[in-house]
C-alpha cells in the first residue's frame, strides 16, 4: 500500500521568497515520485519526477524536489517565488502493485504569493 | 500537437440522468486514464484501459460507472443515474507507453460534473 501526505493545505510566501511545499510518502516497495501544478479550470501539468536516479531533481518554471529515503520525504522548492507560480500542487507517488504502476495523490497544497 | 482533449468541459445532470463523457488522448498515445478529483481532495484514480481493452479498474465504483476506450473515437467515461455524489472533477490522462515508471501522464482539462 501507498500514500502521500502533504502538510498545509495552503501555503502563502511573498513574491521573490523562498517556496516550500512538503510531501511525505508511504510505500512498501521504492517508489517514483511526481509533483504536479493545476492551475485554475485546468488539468494537471507535470513539474518534476523522480525514478531512483539523482535524488534532486530539477523541474520546469525553477522548481526542485530533493527525494530523502530517510525521512520518506520529497519536498518542493523555488528559490524566488513568482505571482505566476499561485496554484494548486499535487505529490503523488507511484508504485508497483499487483503488476501496474498506480499513482496515489496527495489533496493538494494551494500556493498563494503576495506582492 | 493537440494535448488531451475533454468534452463537455461543463455538464449538468439531475438526479438519476446519465453523464457520457469523453476524452481524446495526445496523438499517438494508446494509454487512457481517468481520475476523479473532489473538492478539498486529491485525484483519485478510477481506470486505465489501452484500445478496446480495460487493463485496471480497480478504482471504478462497482455500479453505474463504465468506461471504454474504443478502436476508433475518444474513450467514454459512463455514468448512469447519477446521484449528488457523483459531482466532481474528472480528468482524462494519457501516455505513450501505459503504467510504467518511466512514463508520464498528460493530463486534460477535465470534466466538471455538477449534479442537481
Known amino acids: 500500500a501507498q500514500s502521500v501526505t502533504q502538510l498545509g493545505s495552503h501555503v502563502s510566501v511573498s513574491e521573490g521568497a523562498l517556496v516550500l511545499l512538503r510531501c511525505n510518502y508511504s510505500?512498501?516497495?521504492?517508489?517514483?515520485l511526481f509533483w504536479y501544478v493545476q492551475y485554475p479550470n485546468q488539468g494537471l501539468q507535470l513539474l518534476l519526477k523522480?525514478?531512483?536516479?539523482?535524488?534532486l531533481v530539477k523541474g520546469i518554471n525553477g522548481f526542485e524536489a530533493e527525494f530523502k529515503k530517510s525521512e520518506t520525504s520529497f519536498h518542493l522548492t523555488k528559490p524566488s517565488a513568482h505571482m505566476s507560480d499561485a496554484a494548486e500542487y499535487f505529490c503523488?507517488?507511484?508504485?508497483?502493485?499487483?503488476?501496474?504502476?498506480?499513482?496515489?495523490f496527495g489533496r493538494g497544497t494551494s500556493l498563494i504569493v503576495h506582492p | 500537437n493537440a494535448g488531451v482533449m475533454q468534452n463537455p468541459r461543463h455538464l449538468v445532470r439531475r438526479r438519476g440522468q446519465e453523464a457520457r463523457l469523453r476524452c481524446s488522448p495526445m496523438?499517438?498515445?494508446?494509454?487512457v486514464y481517468w481520475y476523479r478529483q473532489l473538492p478539498e481532495e486529491g485525484l483519485k484514480f478510477m481506470v486505465y484501459?489501452?484500445?478496446?481493452?480495460?487493463?485496471?479498474e480497480s478504482g471504478m465504483p462497482k455500479e453505474r460507472f463504465s468506461a471504454e476506450f474504443p478502436k476508433e473515437g475518444p474513450s467514454i467515461l459512463r455514468i448512469q443515474q447519477v446521484v449528488r455524489g457523483d459531482s466532481a472533477a474528472y480528468f482524462c490522462?494519457?501516455?505513450?507507453?501505459?503504467?510504467?515508471?518511466?512514463?508520464?501522464?498528460?493530463f486534460g482539462p477535465g470534466t466538471r460534473l455538477t449534479v442537481l
Open positions: 523522480y525514478t531512483s536516479a539523482a535524488t
Open positions: 503523488a507517488v507511484s508504485a508497483l502493485s499487483g503488476g501496474s504502476y498506480i499513482p496515489t
Open positions: 510505500s512498501s516497495v521504492p517508489p517514483y
Open positions: 490522462a494519457s501516455s505513450l507507453g501505459g503504467f510504467i515508471m518511466e512514463d508520464t501522464q498528460y
Open positions: 484501459l489501452q484500445k478496446e481493452n480495460i487493463i485496471d
Open positions: 496523438k499517438g498515445h494508446s494509454h
